[in-house]
């Protein structure tokens, strides 16, 4: 950060007792014409930026509108993925009905945070797998081994579990 405005930035927060880290701090080119201004210089898209468990990035609607669309942030997903997977590991044992309430928990509190615009394909995904976590884990609870598509189809037809929701309302 070496411009004017980051050191005048820099002078502000510290007025209030707060600093900016800088290897968590860049200025990036974002923006309504950020995508024109670095084509005509011959550089790549603009950057993104992660923010509250959200990469952002600039993008256009179907009509040809600038918009920041936000998606889940890869590390988070993945993070939350293996924190979910070793929970089933530890609730292995449990009945399928307890295991299934846990779960619906699970996947509504996540819609309920990244069901935003522009985000159905990271929700998506994340069922998808959490669907495969499950049956994976079914699958260790005896030595005889798998619990095959079929029987685990006629399963989650008994214990349905919710298909992702976009919970934000759009603007205009």
């Given at each position: 950060m070496g411009s004017s405005s980051s050191r005048h930035c820099r002078d502000r927060l510290k007025q209030f007792g707060l600093s900016v880290h800088e290897g968590k701090t860049r200025l990036i080119e974002f923006g309504r014409f950020a995508v024109e201004r670095r084509a005509a210089a011959g550089r790549?898209?603009?950057?993104?930026?992660?923010f509250l468990g959200f990469t952002h990035y600039c993008s256009k609607t179907r009509n040809g509108k600038f918009v920041v669309k936000r998606k889940t942030q890869a590390k988070r997903l993945a993070r939350k993925l293996k924190a979910i997977r070793e929970d089933m590991l530890d609730r292995?044992?449990?009945?399928?009905?307890?295991?299934?309430?846990?779960?619906?928990?699970?996947?509504?509190g996540h819609y309920q945070y990244y069901g935003v615009i522009?985000?159905?394909r990271a929700l998506r995904m994340f069922k998808d797998c959490v669907v495969r976590l499950w049956r994976k884990t079914l699958g260790k609870r005896s030595q005889k081994g798998r619990v095959t598509w079929?029987?685990?189809?006629?399963?989650?037809?008994?214990?349905?579990?919710?298909?992702?929701v976009i919970q934000q309302?759009?603007?205009r």
């Amino acid at each position: 950060m070496g411009s004017s405005s980051s050191r005048h930035c820099r002078d502000r927060l510290k007025q209030f007792g707060l600093s900016v880290h800088e290897g968590k701090t860049r200025l990036i080119e974002f923006g309504r014409f950020a995508v024109e201004r670095r084509a005509a210089a011959g550089r790549r898209r603009p950057a993104t930026f992660n923010f509250l468990g959200f990469t952002h990035y600039c993008s256009k609607t179907r009509n040809g509108k600038f918009v920041v669309k936000r998606k889940t942030q890869a590390k988070r997903l993945a993070r939350k993925l293996k924190a979910i997977r070793e929970d089933m590991l530890d609730r292995m044992h449990t009945p399928v009905r307890e295991q299934h309430r846990w779960l619906r928990q699970v996947l509504r509190g996540h819609y309920q945070y990244y069901g935003v615009i522009f985000n159905y394909r990271a929700l998506r995904m994340f069922k998808d797998c959490v669907v495969r976590l499950w049956r994976k884990t079914l699958g260790k609870r005896s030595q005889k081994g798998r619990v095959t598509w079929a029987s685990y189809t006629r399963l989650l037809a008994a214990f349905p579990l919710p298909e992702p929701v976009i919970q934000q309302a759009w603007h205009r």
